[in-house]
Structures are given as C-alpha cells and as structure tokens.
C-alpha cells in the first residue's frame, strides 16, 4: 500500500510526516518554509525532497491528507442572545470546529457592532439565538442587520428553528452566502454543535484554503483539509477512546503553549464525582477545547504580563532583571530564541503560567452551599480530577527540556482548591510533533493512528 | 404552547416539588423549561430571555425565600423581561407568619401571584390560563 503522507500547511512552514502503512510505522518527518503567498505547493514539494534524502528507500506514496494553520487559522466572530447560554454555545461550536473567535456577541447586534464586524479580518460568522420555539425576535433582528449590511462574509445561522424559514426568505435574494443548519442550543443548556461545526469545516475547505492558494494543494492531496486545531482535537479524541480492539486512554488532556495562544482540549464527560454535587450551566461538549488569546510566549507575552502581579512572577522568575522589557522583547519580535539561562527560565516562567492560567479557565468549578445538613456544592464545567494523562503538544513544549515539570502546573493547587484540576496525572509529550498528522491518518486508519501515538507519546 | 420557566431560587435544594410540578404543568400542555434546585436569580432570567416564557414559577422551600427573590422583579425589566409573570410559592418565609401580610409584601417586590404552603398546582394552571390566555 505504501506510503501516506500528512501534512500541516502552517503560516510559516509546512510539516509532513510520512506514515509507512504496511510496516506500521512513521518513515520520518521534515518541514519547509511555507509560500502562501507565492504557491504553497513549493513549500510541499520542498520538505518531501527533503524527506526522500533522509529516507532514500521510502515507498511510493499513495494517499496525501492535510490540515492548515495558514494565515493565522480561522477566524470567526460568534453572536448568540444570553452571554451564558447560546452565545456560550455558539463560541463552543467555533472552537470545536478549530476556529478562533475573535468577536463574540450578545442580544442585539448596534452599529457600532456591525461596523467591527465590517473592519474586521473574519472568515466566517456564526449566529445563535433562541432554543427551539424559544425567543426569535432577537436573531430575526440581528439576521436582518448582518443582511442589511452586506459584509461579504459566510454566515451560518444556528438559532432558534422557528426562525429558520424568515431568516432563509431574508437572505434568499441577497447574494450572500448563508447556511441554515441546527440549533447550538435546541433546549435550555443542550449544546448541538455537530452541524455547525461540519459547515464550519466546509465553508473552511472550499473558501478559505481556496483563497489562500491551499486549493491547489488540494488537488494534489486530495483529501479532506481541515483546521490543524480540529486535527489535534481529533487524534486526542481517538486516543482517549481506542479503536476496535486497541484500547485508549481514557480521559486525556492536550496542552498547546504557542506564541499568541495557549490551547487547551480535553476529552472526557466531566460529570460532578461525588452526589452531593450540582452541575450547572450549559452541557460541556464531550471533545472540549478552549483557548486563551492572552495566554502566549511571544506576541502575547504582554497580555499575560498584565494578568499576573510583579509578586506572583517572581514565584516563577528568580533573577532579578526587568520582566517588562523581557515580556516586550518577545512581543515585538515573535521569533526570539532565548540563548542565556537567564532568558530560558524566562521563558519557562512565561509556559508555567500559560499552563497555570489556561487550566484555571479550562477546567469546572464548584461552589460551596452551606447548608444545616453540611455543604452542598455547585459545579459548572468539567470535573476533570480524574483525567489519566496530560499530553504537551507545539513547538515550546516539545523543545523544551523541562517540558514535564512546565506541565505539573496542570495540578490541583492548594490556593485553588474549588477549581477542578486534574490530580497528578501521567505527563507525555508528543516530542516528534505528530498528534495534528495522526488526526489526519486516523481518519482513514484509525487504528494505525491510534498505535503510533501510543508509540510515539513518551 | 406557552412555555414556562420553573426552578428552585436560592441555596435551595428540595427536590421533591419542583419534580412534582413539572409533571403536572406538562400534563396540562405546557412547555415547561425546569431549571431545577440551587437556581440564582439570573439562571431564572437567562432561561426565561432564551426559551421566550410567559411566566417564571419560583419555588422556595427552606425559608429564605424572601432574601432570594428581593429585585427579581427589577432584575427582570433589566433584563428587558418587562412581560413576564412572575409567580412564587413554596414556604417562601420562615415559619408559619400571616399569609395575607406575606401576599402583600411579595406584590410589593413584583410578584404577580404568590402561592402559599401547601397550594395546589392545578390553581397555579388556572393563573397561568388566565394570565398568559389559551
Ligand atoms: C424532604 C425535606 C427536606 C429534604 C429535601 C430533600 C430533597 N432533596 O428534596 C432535606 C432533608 C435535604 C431538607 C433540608 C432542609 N430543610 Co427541609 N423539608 C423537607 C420536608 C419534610 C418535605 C419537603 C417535600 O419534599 N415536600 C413534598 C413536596 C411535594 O411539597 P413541596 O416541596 O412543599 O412543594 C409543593 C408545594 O409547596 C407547591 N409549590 C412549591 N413551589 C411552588 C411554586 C409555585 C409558584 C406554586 C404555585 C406552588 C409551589 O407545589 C409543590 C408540589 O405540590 C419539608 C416539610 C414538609 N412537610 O413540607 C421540610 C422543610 C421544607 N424543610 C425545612 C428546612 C428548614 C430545611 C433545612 C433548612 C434544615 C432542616 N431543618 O432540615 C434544610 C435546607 C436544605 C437546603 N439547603 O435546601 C423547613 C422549611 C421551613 C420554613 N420555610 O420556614 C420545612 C418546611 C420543615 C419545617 N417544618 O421546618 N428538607
């Protein structure tokens, strides 16, 4: 059968991973300088003759498939009515998709929001509102304002489906491009994210790689693109549920720490452990992931400098050098390489936090009742205390010697005690930068992807 | 079909009503939206803005009632709920104190109907006809 090749189409380079389909194995990885500008199929042809020097006996290759990352992934803006419910969802739904949600919306969309919508550099917008048969004036309002103002961008409607037909009428004769697909929230606090999440994908494949030169690629590759992000989103879900007869992992977290943002996926239901405890607020989605825009260690560095006090850095930083200018240093210059000890444990100070404070938001809550009957508690979000490993993904973690220790920030910690953190779980990092490629393959051969991981994960 | 929001206000936690009343408000044709025990104020508002309710039913058993629903009613127009009605019932104050003052100072804070111990839901149904029509 030979030899299937994965690729990851990134802003920057493009990464392929070569899987040997009948010896069960990855032949090797190489990565090239990225040309969307130019054709990207450059940056392809480049990093396979590479491949093919360090492996001269590889195979005949015999099935390409690919993920993108170019351009910054895609963006979306996602509008809902209640901030905690069908806004909430929405959001859910984008980032489930592998999306970044740049603008997030709630009740009726103003003229202010519409024109940040109009100067924004979004690719896709997502419009929630209502549960079925619940409250349609407010998507109606907010369909007829982004049809009025014609802003060129696919909108996919996921609201209320009693105000599907007059939102299909509304934008019929428009020229723009919309998709009507189920509800985000059918029901108070049930999340219905599949088929948004699949035209998410669609719009993805068609518009955005198109534009951006990738569709090229895809005639070569053939094979479904999507977001890298859904990519990794999938290979965790399939490591956690094994395939068949080959078993899986059980609850698992991934952890990407990148320069603009900290991602963070976890599988597994996260109901509360214990009786005595309520859950709350909207249905969690079994594959959850979320990510911090302010969570990075290059052009977020800032931002996260502004999250935590001179005093709590210092828990992480012992040397005695201006943190400011070191954080703006990173900012203004995204591909700065620490070469000093001084610089390092910086930078390892900056991951801990990102880790720290990605886990804080990731992961449920409770909060105690104090009843005549003892404590009874509340819990929104996941329990993710019993999640069996935690895995380190992207280029800081897996370079980084210490990445282990970066990740026990995972932990429970006595200063948060009401935050549902994992306790002490197995750490492995995925050193050889292949969870978004054996996403790809496990599409096809699920249980190839599943024993490679296993492998390859130490 | 009207649709209603119920739940249990406050740091609350019997069950047993709130389960009750959901059956019986089914069985006469509503579309009830239970948002269950250890419901806040805002989990009543959100749900109602969301599911389009005519009518919110606050239960309150353990006797902070009182303390539970102060500004729900201004908490509602807030919320641009101006419509809405809002019922309560339960043993919404502690121990056994003048029902009729108890009526008066509930109506006071917004309440359309207020329901003492004991009351039965098919009264509630009746209300809700009348309030929101057939
Ligand atoms: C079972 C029970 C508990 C159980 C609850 C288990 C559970 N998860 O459901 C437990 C043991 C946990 C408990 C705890 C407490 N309880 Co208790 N509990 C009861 C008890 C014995 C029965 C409640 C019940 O289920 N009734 C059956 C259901 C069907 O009736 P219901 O709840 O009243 O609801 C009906 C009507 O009231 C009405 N209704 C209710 N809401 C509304 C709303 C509207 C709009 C309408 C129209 C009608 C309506 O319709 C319902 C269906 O028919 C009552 C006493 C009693 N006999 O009522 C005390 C009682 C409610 N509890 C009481 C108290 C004080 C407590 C505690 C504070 C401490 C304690 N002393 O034990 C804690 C509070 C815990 C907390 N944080 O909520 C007091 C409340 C006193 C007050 N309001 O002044 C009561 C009245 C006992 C008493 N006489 O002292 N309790």
Do not use: W
Request: net charge negative; aromatic share 6%; hydrophobic share 40%.
């Amino acid at each position: 059968m030979g030899a299937h090749l994965l690729v990851d189409f990134g802003s920057t380079y493009t990464k392929i991973t070569a899987v040997d389909i009948d010896k069960e194995c990855i032949i090797g990885t190489s990565k090239a300088m990225t040309t969307v500008k130019t054709n990207v199929l450059e940056g392809l042809d480049l990093a396979l003759e590479k491949l093919k020097v360090s492996y001269p006996d590889m195979p005949e290759i015999t099935g390409v498939s690919a993920c993108s990352s170019a351009a910054g992934g895609l963006k979306m803006a996602a509008i809902g009515l209640v901030e905690e419910l069908t806004v909430e969802a929405a959001k859910r739904a984008c980032l489930g998709a592998g999306a970044l949600v740049n603008y997030v919306f709630s009740h009726h969309l103003s003229r202010k929001e519409i024109k940040q919508l109009r100067n924004a550099d979004i690719d896709i917008i997502l419009l929630a509102g209502g549960t079925d048969g619940g409250n349609k004036e407010c998507i109606l309002h907010n369909a007829k304002k982004l049809r009025d103002a014609n802003l060129g961008i696919p909108i996919i409607v996921a609201g209320n489906k009693d105000a599907a037909d007059e939102i299909e009428e509304m934008f019929e004769d428009s020229g723009q491009e919309f998709y009507i697909v189920d509800n985000v929230m059918p029901k108070l606090k049930k999340l219905q994210v599949k088929e948004a999440k699949e035209v998410i994908r669609q719009i993805f494949i068609t518009k955005i790689i198109e534009a951006k030169g990738i569709k090229k690629a895809e005639e070569k590759t053939g094979e479904i693109i999507m977001p890298t992000p859904e990519a990794v989103l999938l290979a965790a879900e399939l490591l956690a549920k094994g395939h068949e007869d080959e078993e899986g992992f059980g609850e698992i977290m991934v952890i990407d720490i990148g320069g603009a943002t900290t991602d963070v996926h976890t599988i597994g239901e996260g109901f509360p452990k214990r009786s005595e405890v309520i859950l709350k607020g909207l249905q969690e989605p079994f594959a959850k992931r979320t990510v911090e825009g302010d969570l990075g260690m290059r052009y977020s560095a800032n931002a996260l400098l502004s999250l935590v006090s001179p005093y709590e850095f210092k828990q992480y930083y012992e040397y005695d050098s201006d943190i400011e200018s070191a954080a703006r240093k990173r900012h203004e210059n995204v591909d700065y390489l620490p070469d000093t000890a001084e610089e390092l444990a910086f930078d390892k100070a900056l991951a801990r936090i990102c880790c720290d404070y990605s886990m804080s938001r990731h992961v449920g809550h409770v909060e105690v009742v104090y009843t005549p009957l003892g404590n009874m508690y509340y819990q929104t979000g996941k329990d993710l205390s019993d999640i069996n490993y935690v895995i380190g993904t992207g280029g800081v973690l897996i370079n980084n010697e210490d990445a282990k220790e970066i990740l026990k920030e995972v932990n429970k910690k006595s200063n948060k005690k009401l935050e549902l953190r994992p306790t002490d779980p197995k750490i492995l990092i995925d050193r050889r930068y292949i969870l978004s490629a054996m996403g790809l393959l496990g599409q096809k051969y699920p249980k190839l992807a599943l024993k490679l991981m296993k492998e390859h994960l130490v | 079909m009207k649709t209603v929001v119920i739940g249990v206000i406050g740091a609350d936690v019997h069950a047993v009503g709130n389960k009750i009343i959901e059956h019986v408000l089914t069985e006469h044709g509503f579309n009830v939206v239970n948002i269950g025990v250890l419901s806040s104020q805002e989990d009543f508002i959100n749900a109602a803005i969301e599911t389009n309710a005519g009518a919110i039913l606050v239960s309150s058993l353990y006797g902070h009632g009182e303390i539970d629903c102060k500004y729900m009613r201004e908490n509602c127009q807030e919320a641009g709920l101006n419509h809405v009605k809002l019922y309560v019932g339960g043993n919404i104050v502690v121990g056994k104190q003048d029902f009729k003052e108890v009526e008066t100072r509930f109506k006071k804070m917004g309440f359309d109907r207020v329901y003492p111990p004991g009351t039965n839901i098919e009264d509630a149904v009746k209300h809700l006809r009348e309030d929101l029509g057939e």
